[in-house]
């Protein structure tokens, strides 16, 4: 594909152009099948994650129903990204997006099911808690270079901030400043729980560094609003095995941590994975930017992109 005919076939706002990477698509060079409890439900889910053509981008299929991974799909959800499309909703996406994103798999088809065929909601399993299974998959399998139907290679683009701009609710903020690299600072604040407290981590996410200081983060949750969660039929499969779990007044209960500030990394992953769903027809999703967030979350990360894709954000 000529790369002037890529670039025009994108829509978007006025806040993004579209370059090239100097790089190709790329997909994965075989098949990716793993299975696991999920957090939240508590049920067990496969997924099959298939190669397939440039310029198709990443989508799942549940039920036969092709659900593409963009913010157009997303709907609101507490402690996690869904996608929502004909009925059908596929839950707690951002881990594996996340690992997808920063390992450069641009196309793939990821197969979902639940054990139960009856189910119109099923949710990717849960790990440990991180990335580190899907990167290891990645890994193991490999990529290759994406063709189109007609055997044609096509150039990866990236989005590139023309000015900085911002997203916030109430005291959580994300701002986003034009640059030529993708570079993140996250910072989270938990000032009645002394173990976490304010954390700041800062990374070139989308490079060798991902693997070794973001992936293997795994999701934390506060000790004390455990049982407000479980009302809410929220986190049924939720274990000491699958995340790090922190009192306010004991400190973390299962530790040790992989790093002292793996919360604050964790949500560095979380952003990855949900700032992945700009992407659109194989180009990467993560703007060339420099991203900041402050005590943000997936609500937060959803009208960043929004607004990056030209959809008005509701002021909360």
């Given at each position: 594909?000529?790369?002037?005919?890529?670039?025009?076939?994108?829509?978007?706002?006025?806040?993004?152009?579209?370059?090239?990477?100097?790089?190709?698509?790329?997909?994965?060079?075989?098949?990716?099948?793993?299975?696991?409890?999920?957090?939240?439900?508590?049920?067990?889910?496969?997924?099959?994650?298939?190669?397939?053509?440039?310029?198709?981008?990443?989508?799942?299929?549940?039920?036969?129903?092709l659900i593409p991974a963009s913010i157009?799909?997303?709907?609101?959800?507490?402690?996690?990204?869904?996608?929502?499309?004909?009925?059908?909703?596929?839950?707690?996406?951002?881990?594996?997006?996340?690992?997808?994103?920063?390992?450069?798999?641009?196309?793939?088809?990821?197969?979902?099911?639940?054990?139960?065929?009856?189910?119109?909601?099923?949710?990717?399993?849960?790990?440990?808690?991180?990335?580190?299974?899907?990167?290891?998959?990645?890994?193991?399998?490999?990529?290759?270079?994406?063709?189109?139907?007609?055997?044609?290679?096509?150039?990866?683009?990236?989005?590139?901030?023309?000015?900085?701009?911002?997203?916030?609710?109430?005291?959580?903020?994300?701002?986003?400043?034009?640059?030529?690299?993708?570079?993140?600072?996250?910072?989270?604040?938990?000032?009645?729980?002394?173990?976490?407290?304010?954390?700041?981590?800062?990374?070139?996410?989308?490079?060798?560094?991902?693997?070794?200081?973001?992936?293997?983060?795994?999701?934390?949750?506060?000790?004390?609003?455990?049982?407000?969660?479980?009302?809410?039929?929220?986190?049924?499969?939720?274990?000491?095995?699958?995340?790090?779990?922190?009192?306010?007044?004991?400190?973390?209960?299962?530790?040790?941590?992989?790093?002292?500030?793996?919360?604050?990394?964790?949500?560095?992953?979380?952003?990855?994975?949900?700032?992945?769903?700009?992407?659109?027809?194989?180009?990467?999703?993560?703007?060339?930017?420099?991203?900041?967030?402050?005590?943000?979350?997936?609500?937060?990360?959803?009208?960043?992109?929004?607004?990056?894709s030209g959809i008005t954000v509701q002021?909360?």
């Open positions: 594909m000529r790369l002037s005919a890529a670039i025009n076939s994108f829509k978007s706002s006025n806040l993004i152009s579209w370059k090239t990477t100097g790089k190709l698509q790329q997909t994965l060079a075989g098949c990716i099948e793993l299975s696991g409890k999920t957090l939240h439900s508590g049920k067990v889910s496969k997924v099959k994650i298939w190669p397939v053509f440039a310029g198709e981008g990443r989508y799942f299929e549940f039920h036969s129903n157009d799909f997303v709907r609101e959800s507490l402690l996690c990204t869904t996608l929502c499309k004909d009925g059908y909703k596929i839950r707690t996406v951002e881990h594996l997006l996340s690992a997808l994103e920063a390992k450069g798999i641009d196309n793939c088809r990821i197969q979902i099911q639940s054990l139960d065929s009856e189910d119109t909601e099923v949710e990717v399993p849960i790990f440990d808690g991180s990335a580190n299974a899907w990167v290891e998959a990645i890994e193991q399998v490999g990529r290759k270079e994406a063709l189109d139907r007609c055997g044609n290679n096509v150039e990866k683009l990236a989005p590139h901030l023309s000015e900085p701009f911002y997203v916030s609710r109430n005291d959580s903020f994300m701002v986003a400043f034009p640059a030529s690299k993708v570079h993140i600072s996250c910072g989270i604040d938990f000032p009645k729980v002394p173990a976490i407290g304010c954390q700041w981590f800062s990374s070139a996410a989308l490079d060798d560094s991902y693997e070794k200081h973001i992936a293997c983060s795994r999701t934390f949750c506060i000790y004390e609003e455990v049982e407000h969660m479980c009302s809410m039929g929220l986190i049924k499969g939720g274990s000491l095995d699958n995340a790090i779990v922190c009192s306010a007044t004991k400190g973390w209960l299962n530790p040790p941590l992989r790093f002292p500030d793996e919360p604050c990394r964790h949500k560095v992953l979380d952003l990855i994975g949900d700032l992945s769903l700009f992407a659109r027809s194989g180009s990467q999703g993560f703007p060339m930017a420099r991203v900041i967030s402050f005590k943000g979350g997936h609500s937060l990360n959803a009208d960043f992109v929004r607004r990056l002021e909360t």
